[in-house]
T-cell receptor, first 114, second 111 residues
Framework: KAGVTQTPRYLIKTRGQQVTLSCSPISGHRSVSWYQQTPGQGLQFLFE???????NKGNFPGRFSGRQFSNSRSEMNVSTLELGDSALYLC?????????????FGQGTRLTVV | QKEVEQDPGPLSVPEGAIVSLNCTYS??????FMWYRQYSRKGPELLMY????GNKEDGRFTAQVDKSSKYISLFIRDSQPSDSATYLC???????????FGGGTRVLVKP
């Protein structure tokens, strides 16, 4: 069974640009969550989608947005990039609606903003 | 105060020793707790999850939750150099699918 696939693995963007990251969950999983990981703040929850609807949202500015498609694939978008957005962005998929969701993570997309 | 607190380490142990990792949490409203292992430049890998209080064992790994003390523990027996990684504890939100992580503890197992 294929795992969670995130593309691209690495990105370098310039401050002020926007970026779109993609996540393909494990086959059959309908929940996709996004996290940001930085050395200073650790792993922080961005948002979660289930059946194309955003169910949970973390404390991030509106520049961070996402969506989910009917095949459960998800994208997240960051507009007007800032230097502080440099991070590892992780996607997790789950086959359960909760609780006890057993989230499985992808390898992440490492975004560098210069 | 962060919802989940974890000593950043590094925790260095000789091969074969028992690794003991701990987390504390501040909100009692949650019942599911997880441990993840993360190797450098990789995504977190789910090791174990536990419900409420008590122990759960899986091979060399034992997870404990003490809800009265708001303490979560992970023990790794017969540690191997391949266990060298960052270990993250997490608790699940009330609605599920929203994990709050500790900062992670870096573990080094020396041959």
């Amino acid at each position: 069974k294929a795992g969670v696939t995130q593309t691209p693995r690495y990105l370098i963007k310039t401050r002020g640009q926007q970026v779109t990251l993609s996540c393909s969950p494990i086959s059959g999983h309908r929940s996709v969550s996004w996290y940001q990981q930085t050395p200073g703040q650790g792993l922080q929850f961005l948002f979660e989608y289930f059946s194309e609807t955003q169910r949970n949202k973390g404390n991030f500015p509106g520049r961070f947005s996402g969506r989910q498609f009917s095949n459960s694939r998800s994208e997240m978008n960051v507009s007007t990039l800032e230097l502080g957005d440099s991070a590892l962005y992780l996607c997790a998929s789950s086959g359960r609606q909760g609780p006890n969701t057993e989230a499985f993570f992808g390898q992440g997309t490492r975004l560098t903003v210069v | 105060q962060k919802e989940v607190e974890q000593d950043p380490g590094p925790l260095s142990v000789p091969e074969g020793a028992i690794v003991s990792l701990n987390c504390t949490y501040s909100n009692s409203a949650f019942q599911y707790f997880m441990w993840y292992r993360q190797y450098s430049r990789k995504g977190p890998e789910l090791l174990m999850y536990t419900y409420s209080s008590g122990n759960k064992e899986d091979g060399r790994f034992t997870a404990q939750v003490d809800k009265s003390s708001k303490y979560i523990s992970l023990f790794i027996r017969d540690s191997q150099p391949s266990d060298s990684a960052t270990y993250l504890c997490a608790k699940e939100g009330a609605a599920g699918n929203k994990l709050t992580f500790g900062g992670g503890t870096r573990v080094l197992v020396k041959p």
